[in-house]
């Protein structure tokens, strides 16, 4: 460690911490990437859940969940990106807006490399309660572009937010809503369980490390 480096540290270890977790979360999504590819009990395993998910099925939820799963589509995460983002430009935080900015759309662009590099095929033509997209299925772009929206902006509304119950509320606003539309590719039988649980943890691992270069970045600021 430089001595630029121990002293950015002991100013703020926020920084350190994240980019630890970030390890953490990047390991845990290769071993689960591992797990689907060469160990046929997990796939198994991932394969009878999610068609125990899928077998909730009636009419009124199919309803639900495919409105529920346009709310990740890439067009109205790509909207809410730039409105949320142009925000927070316009209110002069734009450390703050290019941060949503580069980890959502960077975010997703890993997930599309990723998918192509991992090969998974999704679940056969049979299951599919809504048009079966033509990318292939580990991560899910849906689970990880409204992981990251959600949670990036639960993220810039706890910096300013003064009230613990306003954090908490938000927090789970975010959460709900993300992980509906998670549970709603599942549902509609368009992913498996393991794909969107790799897309939230690789989301977990991007946002870390997106967090901890803002920390980074902001520190020396914040410190004079």
Same mark, same amino acid.
């Given at each position: ?33 591992? &797990?689907?590819? @060469? ?5 198994? +395993?991932?394969?009878? =859940?999610? $068609?125990?998910?899928? #077998? ?88 990880? &572009?409204?992981? @990251? ?5 639960? +993220?810039?509304?706890? =910096?300013? $937010?003064?009230?613990? #119950? ?59």
């Amino acid at each position: 460690m430089t001595r630029y480096s121990a002293i950015l540290w002991r100013r703020d270890p926020r920084p350190g911490l994240l980019v630890l977790l970030f390890v953490l979360a990047s390991l845990m999504f290769a071993a689960l990437v591992a &797990a689907v590819l @060469l160990y046929h009990p997990f796939v198994a +395993f991932d394969e009878s =859940l999610s $068609a125990s998910i899928r #077998s909730l099925s009636t009419p009124r939820l199919d309803t639900v969940f495919i409105a529920v799963t346009h709310l990740g589509d890439f067009w109205t995460v790509a909207v809410a990106t730039l409105v949320f983002s142009g925000a927070l430009f316009l209110r002069r935080r734009r450390g703050e807006a290019l941060l949503v900015a580069l980890t959502v759309t960077m975010g997703a662009v890993l997930g599309t490399a990723f998918r192509a590099l991992i090969e998974r095929a999704r679940p056969g033509l049979e299951y599919a309660r809504i048009p079966l997209p033509d990318a292939y299925s580990l991560p899910s772009g849906h689970a990880l &572009a409204s992981f @990251l929206f959600f949670g990036i902006a639960f +993220f810039v509304v706890a =910096l300013e $937010a003064k009230r613990v #119950s306003t954090r908490m509320w938000t927090l789970a606003g975010c959460a709900a809503i993300a992980g509906l539309i998670a549970f709603s590719r599942v549902y509609l039988g368009v992913h498996y369980f393991g794909d969107v649980l790799a897309s939230w943890i690789l989301g977990s691992a991007w946002l870390m490390l997106c967090v901890a270069v803002y920390f980074a970045f902001t520190a020396p600021e914040q410190s004079r």
